[in-house]
């Protein structure tokens, strides 16, 4: 599976910004509903960090207590495509965002360790 994220950029503080990551390459038999879907970010010098994760049905989002009541996650399954709606932007969210698959379940996008597949990342700058 392949993830290609898109829709980084520079925001003033307190804009807004939507993130896409479009998924290709499933394998036959399967499609893009059996892979849960998660946003990690990684600022320079930090560990990545959980933001945002939903479940193949769309039913089941979690989100990181740094971005809760902000961002929004979201899929198309009919696209193969997750959106992260980042709102109320402030500095400490410039970071690279990585989108990350996988379809042994929702829990296994909650943790970068347990990850199997990552998008090649996004940048994100909040000016202030």
């Known amino acids: 599976v392949q993830l290609q994220a898109s829709g980084g950029g520079v925001v003033q503080a307190g804009g807004s910004l939507r993130l896409s990551c479009v998924a290709s390459?499933?394998?036959?038999?399967?499609?893009?509903?059996?892979?849960?879907m998660g946003w990690f970010r990684q600022a320079p010098g930090q560990d990545r960090e959980f933001v945002a994760a939903i479940s193949g049905s769309g039913s089941v989002p979690h989100y990181g207590n740094s971005v809760k009541g902000r961002f929004t996650i979201s899929r198309d399954n009919a696209k193969n495509t997750v959106y992260l709606q980042i709102d109320a932007t402030n500095p400490e969210d410039t970071a690279v965002y990585y989108c990350?698959?996988?379809?042994?379940?929702?829990?296994?996008?909650?943790?970068?360790?347990?990850?199997?597949?990552w998008g090649q990342g996004t940048q994100v700058t909040v000016s202030s």
């Open positions: 990350a698959a996988n379809d042994r379940g929702l829990a296994y996008v909650l943790t970068s360790v347990l990850v199997d597949y």
């Open positions: 390459g499933v394998p036959s038999g399967r499609t893009f509903r059996n892979y849960a």
